[in-house]
């Protein structure tokens, strides 16, 4: 997928990342690496001035979700995430950032394995970033790749 359409999915197209003020930073074609940005907007915060837990998770499982649907063609192919867990290790305030990495043969080989045998998982590391460079949390998850239900089509326009 072209980066302007990814941004468009992100920045555009997803109210979640719209309201938590998340947005794509930078799409490396060489390293397979996508990195996300939430904004410091106190509408991200929780009652005690950190950044909530629940849109910290939302960065990292857009962010590992997006590395993956630059190889697709989401007319075709949807990426569910599946399994998520995440350590919390330091206190998030500010602008957080996740950068997720499929390689072009990771991308292949997922993509060989839908074709094969209708869906296909990936598993990985992420970690949250605050804008100082600390680590405030690390995540595992796991996304699957299904053929796109036709009721998730009507949000491609399609």
Not at 119 to 146: E, P, Y
Request: proline share 4%; net charge negative.
């Amino acid at each position: 997928m072209e980066k302007e359409m990814m941004v468009q999915v992100v920045e555009g197209g997803c109210p979640f990342a719209q309201r938590t003020r998340m947005k794509i930073r930078e799409i490396d074609e060489g390293s397979g690496a996508v990195t996300l940005v939430m904004e410091d907007d106190p509408a991200n915060l929780n009652a005690f001035g950190l950044v909530h837990a629940g849109a910290i998770c939302g960065l990292a499982e857009t962010a590992g979700g997006m590395a993956i649907f630059r190889y697709l063609d989401p007319r075709e192919t949807v990426i569910l995430n599946t399994v998520f867990n995440i350590r919390f290790s330091y206190p998030p305030r500010g602008e957080l950032s996740c950068t997720a990495r499929v390689v072009e043969e990771e991308g292949a080989a997922l993509l060989e394995e839908f074709r094969r045998e209708g869906r296909a998982d990936k598993a990985m590391d992420l970690k949250i970033l605050d804008s100082s460079g600390k680590i405030v949390a690390q995540a595992q998850a796991t996304f699957r790749l299904i053929k796109t239900p036709e009721e998730y089509k009507k949000y491609l326009g399609g």
